[in-house]
């Protein structure tokens, strides 16, 4: 398990670091996963190689950057600036969740978005073993920043699923709603009233549990959101507070 680390002087700006690497001012500003952890790395030309001898060195090794290339949609040079970013991060290799509110606690002060980051960190621990690996959080990422529409779909379904039995339910849906609107706090305009994310779902849920039955299969959810523009601009949501 890892703790935030202290910021170590000398660091690169990320707005500097990002001229001389390949992720996008979009890619940055969308996530804040990635603007913490390129914030923490290295622009140094001979960590690529230390990288690949380190990899060893951590507590928990995480696959080879060949193989991590081969399953996701992210370059060796980016799986590099993010495995450099993730050691420093958290050297032991793993990332827990308090790790996860307090980044969300920085980019959110106006807010309370440690249940929100509760809900996310369950979503990348897709072995629920209460930690994060790097191969947890760049399959993840690859999937959010460039996967297909169905597969970030698959992936919100996952995240509304909160106790993974293959449904959503009402409850679990506002739930994830009002942690969103926790954690934005006061910085909405207009400013929301309390009963809007329980509107909102009772708005979405009649629209997707087609049969009545009380709860959302990943079909329903699926279908629902590629054929209504109003949902699937709401459902980006999410992605826009990653």
């Given at each position: ?77 980016e799986l590099q600036i993010l495995y450099r970013g993730f ?156």
């Amino acid at each position: 398990m890892c703790t935030p680390t202290k910021r170590v002087q000398g660091r690169q700006d990320p707005q500097n670091f990002r001229k001389h690497h390949c992720f996008s001012k979009k890619v940055l500003l969308n996530c804040w996963l990635v603007r913490r952890i390129i914030a923490w790395a290295s622009p140094n030309p001979k960590d690529s190689v230390e990288d690949e001898l380190e990899l060893s060195a951590v507590r928990h090794r995480p696959e080879g950057l060949e193989q991590l290339e081969a399953q996701t949609r992210f370059s060796r040079k980016e799986l590099q600036i993010l495995y450099r970013g993730f050691k420093n991060e958290c050297p032991s290799g793993v990332v827990n969740e308090d790790t996860f509110k307090d980044i969300y606690a920085q980019f959110f002060p106006q807010g309370d978005a440690s249940t929100y980051a509760h809900f996310l960190f369950n979503a990348f621990d897709t072995d629920h073993n209460g930690s994060v690996s790097f191969e947890d959080f760049v399959m993840g990422l690859s999937i959010l920043l460039r996967g297909t529409v169905q597969e970030k779909l698959i992936w919100a379904f996952n995240l509304y699923d909160i106790n993974k039995d293959g449904y959503i339910t009402k409850e679990e849906m506002l739930d994830i709603m009002k942690a969103i609107y926790d954690m934005m706090g006061k910085c909405t305009y207009p400013v929301l009233k309390e009963e809007t994310p329980r509107q909102h779902v009772e708005v979405f849920f009649q629209k997707m549990d087609k049969n009545k039955d009380g709860v959302v299969t990943i079909d329903e959810f699926i279908d629902c959101c590629q054929n209504d523009e109003n949902i699937m601009r709401s459902m980006h949501l999410f992605e826009n507070v990653l």
